[in-house]
């Protein structure tokens, strides 16, 4: 995507965001095997979960924000989950630049809590609601070379443990089906629901974030969609729609039309990688394909994701 955080002369006034959005409707061959520990294919949901916990082990490092929905039956029921909050990196790059001047005292500390952030999460997967924010400040005071003073280390530490605690909590999510109550419910296929929702989430966010400097800091987000882009909202199917359609040029049309009345919560441009596509259980033909993926883009298009990567086959979420 070539997008990275973005600084003046002083704090960051834009943080590159990443949204995970998971389809595993019954529609996908991404939902085969979900559970299976020893499926480790790219695309099986044991997969996926460690994918999603090793980004979110690197976002701190990478300084990038990261949320996470599955796609359920209705924009309605969509959740957001913030799993590592803009405002955190913020403020970690607001006590860097109070406490530490030497550049290379800087990138010893930005390691010592990046650390104190892994702990943070091993923390909270041994046990629930087991993160110390004691043990916290003491590894961000000794990986950090002692260049974080102990108040600033306090305010990291509750951050990071609260944090910590959300994230683990949706790996959890991830461990079991809506069968055995145990993972996430509602689970659909209204995958423009999940998408407006996460934008309209990222622009709410937004609107609040200002860097130490007091300047408004701007979210540069990458969707990541796994899904096979099967749409079905309020039982209506939208593939079957576009398979009746003559040529793709009338799927753009329709993609057009479907989003007359859209009015864009978030301002910014977006990019955009789906994995997955018609990877339905159902086999959808070359014509069908070329219909559903232009049906796709020009729908993207109409939120202002102008990067668009329709097509991928199991992408390591973990490594992007």
Not at 104 to 127: F, M, N, T
Not at 160 to 174: E, H, I, K, M, T
Not at 265 to 281: K, M
Request: charge should be negative; glycine fraction near 8%; hydrophobic fraction near 35%.
């Amino acid at each position: 995507m070539g997008l990275t955080s973005c600084s003046s002369e002083g704090a960051p006034t834009r943080l590159l965001a990443h949204i995970v959005l998971l389809d595993i409707s019954g529609s996908s061959s991404n939902s085969i095997g979900s559970f299976n520990n020893e499926d480790h294919s790219p695309s099986s949901l044991s997969e996926r979960k460690n994918q999603l916990e090793e980004k979110i082990r690197n976002a701190i490092a990478q300084k990038t924000a990261v949320y996470f929905g599955f796609v359920r039956k209705s924009y309605g029921q969509t959740e957001i989950a913030t799993l590592v909050p803009a405002s955190l990196i913020l403020e970690i790059e607001s006590v860097l630049k109070e406490d530490i001047l030497n550049e290379k005292l800087l990138d010893e500390a930005e390691k010592g809590i990046s650390k104190a952030w892994g702990v943070a999460i091993d923390q909270e997967r041994s046990k629930s609601n087991s993160c110390s924010s004691d043990e916290i400040i003491r590894t961000i005071s000794s990986t950090s070379g002692g260049n974080v003073n102990t108040e600033s280390a306090g305010r990291l530490a509750r951050k990071l443990c609260s944090g910590a605690r959300n994230s683990v909590y949706q790996f959890n999510q991830l461990q079991g089906t809506s069968k055995d109550g145990l993972g996430p419910k509602d689970i659909g296929s209204d995958i423009q629901g999940a998408v407006d929702r996460s934008l309209q989430k990222l622009a709410s966010d937004e609107l609040r974030l200002v860097n130490s400097d007091g300047k408004p800091v701007a979210l540069i987000p990458t969707v990541f969609l796994v899904s096979d882009l099967i749409q079905i909202s309020g039982g209506q199917s939208k593939a079957s729609q576009v398979f009746k359609l003559t040529n793709p040029n009338d799927a753009c049309t329709l993609a057009k039309s479907d989003s007359e009345t859209f009015n864009p919560a978030f301002q910014g441009s977006a990019s955009l990688v789906s994995d997955g596509f018609a990877g339905s259980i159902k086999e959808v033909d070359s014509a069908n394909r070329d219909k559903l993926m232009e049906y796709w883009k020009c729908w993207f298009e109409t939120r202002n994701i102008t990067e668009i990567d329709i097509g991928a086959k199991g992408i390591d979420l973990g490594g992007l």
